[in-house]
């Protein structure tokens, strides 16, 4: 399972209402890619439809979907996000990640 902080879900619903998307109808599609600094890199999209692979989530009434490949490297993961004056925004907090780049967009196993 992926659970979303408060926080992510707030900017989650602000984002998707930006974009033209619904937060109580649509998705968060979250994946893992090869690339980035450590190998493999995080994606985050919105969508409005899901895939027969794909498996579905809900945590703080925000709708995640992921495909099975990357269901396997974000098993326990947390997406926060943080709006500081750092800037960060979105953060995946992996516990499968062993070595994560000094951005935290990629990791390795």
């Given at each position: ?56 989530f809900e ?51």
């Open positions: 399972m992926i659970k979303v902080s408060e926080d992510a879900k707030k900017r989650i619903a602000h984002l998707m209402n930006e974009e033209g998307y619904d937060a109580v109808r649509d998705y968060v599609r979250v994946g893992v890619k090869s690339g980035g600094c450590s190998g493999l890199s995080y994606e985050l999209k919105f969508d409005n439809a899901t895939n027969e692979e794909d498996k579905l945590d703080n009434a925000i709708k995640l979907i992921v495909d099975k490949k990357s269901f396997l490297y974000l098993i326990g993961t947390t997406l926060e996000y943080s709006g500081g004056l750092n800037g960060k925004g979105f953060v995946f907090n992996n516990p499968n990640a062993q070595r994560t780049c000094g951005c935290g967009e990629s990791f390795s196993l």
